[in-house]
């Protein structure tokens, strides 16, 4: 095969000698130094005579490592080793839980926590400002870093991040001595809302009344400009009716009674009408259920119809046509339940007194009724 050079002239190379005691420039390199973002060059590597930078073991971790891996290392060289600790367990809990449901599981379908570069950048930065917050003792720092990580993971999958950083916000909440307890609040707020989203109603009162403790007397507020007073009354009555319901399943009505009472004078603190329209109404449900059951010694039709009386004059002021309907048919039927047993017994009775009373009841329908013994029952 013969050879394209001519005599006289210089064979040119097609790569560069390996040999040369310069480096290759940028454009024979592989050019994944200029891809980088400015900000991940290492700015203490100095040039060499030549005037290029050159390629780092650290420029090509970049590259061969996967982002887990260099977030790790990274955390590990700037000495935030309590970060790491926290990061790599966030991953690997969250490894062990898709193992654990198995293929054809919805969170096996999910793409892992590692492989969201969007989601473990913030995650890294949170965690070590959070860290050197608290080596400084500036535990409002560490507690706004936290619930910032916790607003972060809002999708549905990442529940239980969210979860867990409301828990660690509380914690740092509880170091804060010059707030008055602010953010303590807060935070138990917050976790009351956690439980309350799981189920667990019990643990949800418990930190909602927190909560309350802390705010009532306050004008503390929040992004929105509601007072965390209110927030925290229509809270106790979201979590205090939810109890409620259990025992109205199990027909523990004195319990039911007492419980969504609570609610109502919550609701009624809160400043919240329609809130407290609907509370006065479940009430007056709760009495009436009562006053149903034949092994009740006392129909307390009465009481119900004092709280659909009150839940009438909300949904009036609200103007809200559905809820003033339904709050005129329960006044209605409580009235109603509530003059049934004096009217019985005024017809079973009989004589001068008790036939009086029914004529006069029925020509002005007044809603008071006097029975046989003279005494005057409401309705």
Not at 68 to 90: D, I
Not at 125 to 154: C, I, K, P
Not at 158 to 179: P, Q, T, V
Request: proline share 4%; hydrophobic share 35%; with cysteine.
């Amino acid at each position: 095969m013969t050879s394209s050079v001519l005599p006289g002239q210089k064979k040119t190379r097609f790569l560069p000698d390996i040999n040369a005691a310069t480096a290759p420039t940028p454009r024979e390199r592989t050019g994944f130094l200029k891809a980088r973002p400015h900000h991940e060059l290492d700015t203490n590597r100095h040039e060499n005579a030549s005037g290029e930078t050159p390629v780092t073991e650290d420029d090509i971790a970049q590259f061969r490592n996967t982002l887990r891996q260099n977030l790790c290392v990274s955390m590990l060289r700037e000495g935030f080793h309590r970060s790491f600790a926290e990061f790599f367990s966030l991953l690997e809990r969250w490894r062990a839980s898709r193992e654990a449901a198995g293929p054809g599981s919805a969170l096996w379908q999910q793409r892992p926590l590692e492989k969201h570069p969007r989601k473990l950048e913030p995650l890294r930065e949170h965690l070590t400002r959070a860290e050197s917050a608290e080596r400084a003792g500036q535990y409002v720092e560490v507690y706004e870093n936290y619930l910032a990580l916790a607003r972060f993971f809002s999708e549905p999958e990442d529940r239980w991040i969210r979860y867990h950083f409301y828990e660690l916000s509380l914690l740092s909440a509880g170091k804060i001595k010059m707030d008055s307890g602010k953010r303590e609040a807060e935070a138990n707020g917050h976790m009351g809302e956690v439980y309350l989203e799981q189920g667990d109603f019990e643990l949800a009162r418990e930190h909602y009344e927190v909560f309350y403790n802390l705010a009532v007397g306050r004008l503390w507020q929040d992004e929105s400009g509601n007072t965390h007073h209110s927030r925290a009354c229509m809270g106790l009555c979201r979590i205090y009716t939810l109890l409620a319901q259990r025992q109205l399943q199990t027909k523990d009505y004195r319990t039911a009674i007492q419980i969504l009472t609570k609610a109502y004078d919550m609701a009624k603190e809160g400043g919240e009408r329609r809130m407290e329209g609907e509370a006065a109404y479940r009430v007056g449900l709760a009495y009436q259920c009562k006053g149903d059951q034949k092994a009740a010694k006392e129909g307390q039709y009465d009481r119900g119809s004092d709280y659909f009386s009150q839940a009438y004059e909300l949904a009036c002021s609200l103007g809200s046509v559905p809820a003033l309907r339904k709050a005129q048919a329960c006044v209605g039927v409580a009235r109603a339940h509530a003059l049934l047993r004096p009217y019985s017994a005024a017809v079973v009775t009989g004589g001068p007194r008790s036939l009086l009373a029914l004529i006069r009841w029925k020509e002005v329908r007044e809603d008071g009724f006097v029975d046989s013994s003279g005494e005057e029952v409401m309705g």
